[in-house]
């Protein structure tokens, strides 16, 4: 007697090709009761295609309809990479941001670089004077305020 596993993927591999492609595991989430948008779709196909071959082929589907909680597993793989994009995004937009002050492009923000930064800085966060934003974010003191410096104090402010 075949598993359910096995039932559910031969009676969605509507093709035939031994392996469910993103339009089948479509039809097989909708028809347990889990609709998904087309973009929900594509992030679960990259979550359960282990070998990357955008199809699922039965072993790979089998691993995951042995998970207890195989939807929520989907769901909260998609939410993680939705976060990671956002990080990815973050950053890019402060080194960019960081690169435009970094006017000698030395990797770091000198003291005279720094009064550009602290005045844009002013207008979003309380930084006090230029004196103590400068301390503030100087971490390690060694008069400049590195790329990695600059995003740990950023960070502190998103989450304080």
Request: charged share 30%; glycine share 4%; with cysteine.
């Amino acid at each position: 007697m075949p598993l359910l596993s096995e039932i559910l993927f031969r009676s969605h591999d509507t093709d035939g090709s031994g392996t469910i492609d993103a339009s089948e595991l479509q039809a097989i989430c909708y028809r347990l009761g889990y609709p998904m948008t087309r973009e929900e779709i594509d992030a679960s196909l990259r979550v359960i295609d282990k070998d990357a071959s955008g199809q699922i082929s039965y072993p790979e589907f089998k691993a995951w309809w042995a998970q207890k909680d195989r939807f929520q597993a989907l769901k909260d793989e998609r939410e993680t990479q939705e976060d990671a994009d956002e990080w990815a995004q973050w950053l890019e937009s402060v080194t960019n941001h960081f690169n435009f002050f970094d006017k000698d492009r030395s990797g770091s923000i000198d003291r005279h670089e720094f009064k550009g930064l602290y005045e844009n800085l002013k207008a979003s966060y309380h930084v006090g004077t230029l004196e103590d934003a400068l301390h503030e974010l100087d971490e390690n003191k060694d008069g400049v305020i590195s790329l990695q410096e600059y995003i740990k104090w950023l960070r502190a402010q998103h989450n304080a």
